[in-house]
């Protein structure tokens, strides 16, 4: 048995994928720690209902909701202010180091996925049997992008999650204006990118723009890349045909017949549940801090 802790970011703008995203991660995970903010990265506060409805459909699960600041990060090290352009990519960031802080002891890798990444469960398993992991300690799992449909895949692969050992990850890599990549090129290695499964391709599926024009709107709106882009063009041209402008980077798209899964196939009406999860502020993770030195 593998030592796998996973860790997914989460909103409830993702509420389409989590439960995918959980489904496959069980196939390998000894432990899975969802981290979710209590609020959007714009400082709007999160949708209570599917939050709750989330917590009770994965009890096995072990969700940490951590509290919004308005005025500060949790970071001691960084000073920012709301209105810097990389104050949500912070608040992201944050997400993975408060995840990595409720990881069980014994956890030896762990991966860092956000929730609309759905690795394929059993592929990777059958890729950690073969040992193939054992060469290095921190990875960067390529990855399939797709945009607007499920079915419209890019042809190139890109680095997405990051499998770390968890020993040889120094947790403040995580806090950076780069997130994952960030991490990546600051670990000391032995590392690879690139990383396929044993069939010889890759084993995550990224659904970051299958949604619906207005759920692309709210995700444009509040996410840590807010700024990054006119993302109001881009969405209104994917959506007219120009589909690979919304990924930022030139990719050639084509349709495959059958998609690993299917985003719009998920009921996205949630009833009313009351969940369980953990909240947390600064100085709950502050003392989590202290346990590590």
């Not at 001691?76 to 104050?87: E, F, L, N, Q, V």
């Not at 006119?230 to 798209?253: C, M, Q, V, Y």
Request: with cysteine; net charge negative; aromatic share 12%.
């Amino acid at each position: 048995m593998h030592s796998i802790g996973t860790v997914i970011s989460y909103c409830t703008n993702d509420f389409r994928f989590i439960g995918k995203c959980i489904e496959e991660a069980r196939k390998f995970s000894s432990q899975i720690v969802i981290a979710v903010c209590d609020h959007f990265f714009d400082g709007q506060p999160e949708n209570r209902q599917w939050l709750e409805w989330t917590y009770s459909k994965h009890p096995d699960c072990q969700f940490i909701e951590f509290r919004y600041l308005q005025d500060r990060l949790y970071s001691r090290y960084h000073s920012m202010a709301p209105d810097d352009k990389d104050w949500a990519i912070y608040w992201a960031a944050t997400t993975r180091y408060v995840g990595l802080h409720y990881l069980h002891p014994q956890i030896e890798r762990v991966l860092f996925l956000d929730s609309d990444e759905i690795l394929e469960g059993a592929e990777f398993l059958a890729w950690l049997d073969s040992g193939a992991h054992l060469a290095h300690d921190a990875v960067r799992l390529a990855a399939y992008l797709y945009a607007v449909k499920p079915n419209l895949q890019a042809k190139k692969a890109v680095n997405l999650p990051l499998f770390v050992k968890k020993e040889t990850l120094a947790p403040l890599t995580l806090l950076n204006g780069l997130e994952r990549i960030g991490a990546y090129l600051t670990h000391p290695g032995p590392k690879r990118e690139e990383i396929l499964g044993v069939r010889g391709s890759p084993m995550v599926h990224h659904y970051s723009w299958v949604r619906t024009k207005e759920e692309c709107y709210r995700k444009a709106a509040s996410w840590g890349h807010r700024h990054d882009a006119d993302w109001p063009s881009l969405i209104e041209e994917a959506f007219n045909g120009k589909t690979e402008n919304i990924l930022e980077i030139p990719l050639e798209f084509e349709e495959i017949p059958s998609p690993f899964f299917d985003p719009f196939s998920v009921d996205f009406s949630c009833g009313s549940a009351k969940g369980t999860c953990l909240k947390i502020d600064d100085r709950d993770l502050f003392k989590k801090e202290l346990e590590l030195i």
